[in-house]
């Protein structure tokens, strides 16, 4: 298993400014990934994030928006960009170890954009 | 592509009932399936994962799921509930076929059980 770290747990922030979520993982990860659940919702992938590379990027979510970093194995993070009230949302850190096995969450960022 | 289908969004139900919450899956490919449950205010914990083998998988705390391939399902029940299994429920798939790791869920299910 794998115990992941997320930080803020939660922010306000006000609208057109911007949010870095951190991701720290107790050990050597290949795969991370990012997570949005809005509201009442499911979680949607926004992007895979690569260690050494620009992350992948899912329909409906761009760079600029929400750029993310992967300087090594064991940290990631998420920024979410210019933020409106739409961006309000649970983010969560998600990672996932060999090619069998689960992926694990960290507790998630609760954003609330006002 | 996949994608998960939980066909109900709530379920109550009364303690010490049974339940159980559906999932369905659509997948051209072999397929890995996994119950994560989210209590109030917090993340995801695995409950349960079909990765091969037994079609039927139990969690340490008293659920199951079933994986029927023919009918595409990965249903999970439980045989008594309790109070402090009200949380939010989801199905999720990925391919071991393809090189997404990613996960996709289905739109969840709330458990309310109630006294």
């Known amino acids: 298993s794998a115990v992941i770290s997320q930080k803020p747990s939660r922010d306000i922030c006000q609208r057109g400014t911007s949010l870095t979520i951190q991701c720290q993982v107790d050990?050597?990860?290949?795969?991370m990934f990012w997570y949005r659940q809005q509201p009442g919702q499911s979680l949607t992938l926004i992007a895979t994030?690569?260690?050494?590379?620009?992350?992948?990027?899912e329909s409906g979510f761009v760079i600029d928006k929400f750029p993310i970093s992967r300087p090594n194995l064991t940290f990631s993070t998420l920024t979410v960009s210019n933020m409106s009230p739409e961006d309000s949302s649970i983010y969560l850190c998600?990672?996932?170890?060999?090619?069998?096995?689960?992926?694990?969450f960290g507790q998630g960022t609760r954003l609330t954009v006002v | 592509a996949q994608s998960v289908t939980q066909l109900d969004s709530q379920v109550p139900v009364f303690e010490e009932a049974p339940v159980e919450l559906r999932c369905n899956y659509s997948?051209?490919?072999?397929?890995?399936l996994f119950w994560y449950v989210q209590y109030p205010n917090q993340g995801l914990q695995l409950l349960l994962k079909?990765?091969?083998?037994?079609?039927l998988v139990e969690s340490i705390n008293g659920f199951e799921a079933e994986f029927n391939k023919s009918q595409t399902s990965f249903h999970l029940r439980k045989p008594s509930v309790h109070i402090s299994d009200t949380a939010e429920y989801f199905c999720?798939?990925?391919?071991?076929?393809?090189?997404?790791?990613?996960?996709?869920f289905g739109s969840g299910t709330r458990l309310q059980v109630q006294p």
């Open positions: 998600s990672v996932g170890q060999g090619r069998n096995t689960e992926a694990f």
């Open positions: 050990s050597q990860v290949t795969m």
């Open positions: 994030a690569n260690q050494g590379s620009e992350a992948t990027y």
């Open positions: 997948s051209s490919v072999s397929v890995y």
């Open positions: 079909y990765l091969s083998g037994s079609t």
């Open positions: 999720a798939v990925r391919s071991p076929d393809t090189g997404r790791r990613a996960l996709t």
